[in-house]
T-cell receptor
């Protein structure tokens, strides 16, 4: 069964601290993996995208890693800001003529002042 | 322009009403998607249009009726909805297998 599991479910950190979110997947065939940020009541916004051959991708204070052998990914947030408070969703894409996404359940991050 | 727009932002309707959600993109994307998202859950795929033709219907009840009038527009017609249909409805578009860009969503409440 195609699944994407994320941990932790929720996380509270102090402003300025770093954190790492985890994602394990069992999706096949695999096309790419994305991390999305979703503010409450808003649509998801893509942060990073990685294909099978990529190990690391950065976007500002966000750094994603991918280990295609163990089917694990992580999203590291550096020097967190209050505006980082959101849900972070790991999404694995299958290529089926169009793009079918398998969504993780997300990690709800709260950055506290 | 990497924006997907959705209207209205909020919609409250009764179970006997007929309403429509609208989605628009001008990125030249040929695939457009409707998702339903309940609180604290990931989005669930409802429909996929590819080149203005319905490609995927994920066993969605007939009270939801999608329409793609042209390559930039995607509608979702609603009729005789149930309170459990209350959710955030997201539209997305992509160029083939490239990144899906999501709209801000329509928050639907069915009374």
């Amino acid at each position: 069964k195609n699944q994407v599991e994320q941990s932790p479910q929720s996380l509270i950190i102090l402003e300025g601290k770093n954190c790492t979110l985890q994602c394990n997947y069992t999706v096949s065939p695999f096309s790419n993996l994305r991390w999305y940020k979703q503010d409450t009541g808003r649509g998801p916004v893509s942060l990073t995208i990685m294909t099978f051959s990529e190990n690391t991708k950065s976007n500002g204070r966000y750094t994603a890693t991918l280990d295609a052998d163990t089917k694990q990914s992580s999203l590291h947030i550096t020097a967190s800001q209050l505006s980082d408070s959101a849900s972070y969703i790991c999404v694995v894409s299958q290529v089926t003529g169009f793009q079918k996404l398998v969504f993780g359940t997300g990690t709800r991050l709260l950055v506290s002042p | 322009d990497t924006e997907v727009t959705q209207t209205p932002k909020h919609l409250v309707m009764g179970m006997t009403n007929k309403k429509s959600l609208k989605c628009e993109q001008h990125m030249g994307h040929r695939a457009m998607y409707w998702y339903k998202q309940k609180a604290k859950k990931p989005p669930e795929l409802m429909f996929v249009y590819s080149y203005e033709k319905l490609s995927i219907n994920e066993s969605v009840p007939s009270r939801f009726s999608p329409e793609c009038p042209n390559s930039s527009l995607l509608n979702l017609h609603l009729h005789a909805l149930q309170p459990e249909d209350s959710a955030l409805y997201l539209c997305a578009s992509s160029q083939g297998t490239d990144t899906q860009y999501f709209g801000p969503g329509t928050r639907l409440t069915v009374l």
